[in-house]
């Protein structure tokens, strides 16, 4: 009778505990959605998520589409086709722009859940906990770690196919680890990095059939993604794998490590040294992260999570270093979204080591309180929705005084689309050698409207001048400025290029 109370009492510890985490998950989803909100979104998010619309009208292969090489079939799109179709089902706009809020906030709570998760499974406490919510919880406050955690299509459901693959590698378990790393490498070549390849470099030192299952994964996951191309799905823009020029390695190995300072949020560059404070004290943390990375190489620990972290995190590095990602982004602080493995299997690591230090967890919750005082304050007032103010005083325009139906620049095209709530239809054009031509690019095959249309022309130029528009179309109807754009009518019908990528 007394075990039965007992095993009753454990069940009801359990249940608790569960409803208590499931809780705290749907908080910070709530708060990572209102976080996203407060940011435009780009047209490649919105890209993606159409293709997951597509998707859930049953076009699991996306036929016709082009997609990029990371092209997120497994990851963002059926995580978009999800949130659409349930969006359809209950009555409201399958493309409502909440839901490109809501996704990367379910995308990094599942990663923060996988990280707690496995922290906890391989013996991890309060001490390091404290660590993990400093580094890691935060960046949803923070400005420049905030903006691409609020994006999807950022490489964070790359994070958690690998980082479930390391675990499961380090616990022998070939099939789970060969099934993650099969669906990370199908959406991601980023995976093959942070994934596969330390599983098989571990491997064919410590466990045979695990560098197996890495080569194995990479092997299958090509073939799928060719045989779904050669059979009328999806197709992918080519990816020129190039090393750097020698002559910029120095220059890439100084923005891979602003990289890293800008993802852990201790990026201390240009800041006056009175507000310095919160970077200071993650930097501070960061030191923690070094000695756990140091310690793990110096003593060639036997525990196989630590090396796989280290491993991963070492080949992201040198992989960004020796590429020419960097020289083809102009340096872009953007590189950074390649480096979120690093940052993400690195806190960790440092979280483990930090349950040997006592005064390590009083330093992180200092980092933390300061994080969350301090970048509060960095977030714009009001939410903008997908596009900024000055876009939506343009959508507002043209849904009054223009053609339902346009041409625009790729960086905003979409986004314009998606926040008009389907009321305007946008076609992303570019400049090509024979004209303006559509621009096709995570889509299927785009056509110019045959009927009035309207040309956006920003300012600055992005994908096309507007001496380009008006060699293509001759003189407009009638045109008018509002914010960075020109806006030009063309009220007659006029037989445009059906070209469909330059």
Not at 187 to 209: E, K, M, T
Not at 324 to 348: H, K, N, Q
């Amino acid at each position: 009778m007394a075990a039965t109370t007992s095993a009753q009492r454990k069940s009801w510890q359990d249940y608790r505990q569960v409803a208590v985490w499931a809780a705290v998950a749907a908080l910070y989803t709530a708060l990572g959605c209102h976080i996203a909100t407060l940011y435009p979104k780009t047209s490649d998010q919105v890209a993606y998520f159409n293709a997951g619309i597509a998707m859930a009208h049953g076009h699991l292969r996306l036929g016709g589409w082009l997609l990029t090489p990371p092209d997120f079939w497994t990851s963002d799109i059926p995580l978009s086709a999800s949130l659409s179709l349930i969006w359809r089902i209950l009555g409201r706009n399958q493309a409502s722009p909440l839901l490109l809020a809501l996704q990367p906030a379910l995308m990094w709570t599942a990663l923060l859940a996988s990280v707690g998760f496995i922290f906890r499974r391989h013996g991890g406490g309060l001490r390091g906990g404290v660590l993990i919510a400093a580094l890691l919880a935060v960046p949803l406050f923070a400005m420049v770690p905030g903006y691409f955690v609020t994006l999807s299509a950022i490489h964070v459901g790359t994070v958690i196919y690998a980082l479930w693959a390391l675990h499961f590698a380090a616990t022998s378990r070939r099939l789970p680890c060969f099934v993650m790393l099969l669906l990370g490498t199908l959406g991601d070549p980023l995976c093959i990095i942070v994934g596969a390849l330390p599983v098989i470099l571990w491997g064919i030192q410590r466990h045979r059939s695990m560098a197996m299952v890495g080569c194995g994964s990479i092997a299958l996951a090509e073939a799928l993604l060719a045989i779904n191309a050669a059979t009328g799905g999806f197709t992918t823009e080519k990816l020129p794998l190039r090393f750097a020029p020698f002559d910029s390695l120095t220059r890439n190995i100084v923005v891979t490590i602003h990289d890293v300072l800008t993802a852990f949020g201790a990026d201390l560059s240009s800041l006056p040294v009175s507000s310095a404070l919160p970077e200071l004290a993650r930097l501070g943390c960061m030191l923690f992260v070094a000695v756990a990375t140091l310690d793990v190489i110096r003593r060639r620990e036997n525990a196989p999570l630590p090396v796989l972290l280290v491993l991963a995190a070492e080949l992201d590095a040198l992989a960004l270093m020796v590429s020419d990602r960097i020289e083809l982004e102009s340096g872009s602080i953007a590189t950074v979204r390649y480096l979120f493995p690093l940052w993400i299997d690195l806190t960790l690591l440092a979280a483990w080591h930090v349950e040997r230090y006592v005064v390590a967890p009083y330093f992180a919750a200092v980092a933390l309180l300061l994080s969350i005082w301090s970048d509060h304050a960095t977030l714009p007032a009001r939410s903008t929705g997908i596009v900024s103010q000055d876009d939506q005083a343009l959508i507002a325009t043209l849904m009054h005084s223009a053609p339902p139906n346009g041409i625009g620049s790729w960086w905003a095209s979409d986004a314009l689309n998606m926040s008009s709530l389907g009321r305007l239809h946008i076609v992303p054009a570019i400049a090509g050698r024979t004209g303006l031509m559509p621009f096709v690019h995570i889509s299927p095959p785009l056509q110019f409207p045959g009927k009035p249309f309207f040309v956006l022309v920003p300012h600055p130029d992005e994908t096309y001048r507007k001496d380009d528009a008006i060699q293509q179309f001759g003189a407009p109807a009638r045109q008018f400025a509002i914010g960075r754009y020109d806006v030009l009518i063309y009220e007659e019908r006029r037989s445009v290029r059906d070209t469909e990528s330059p």
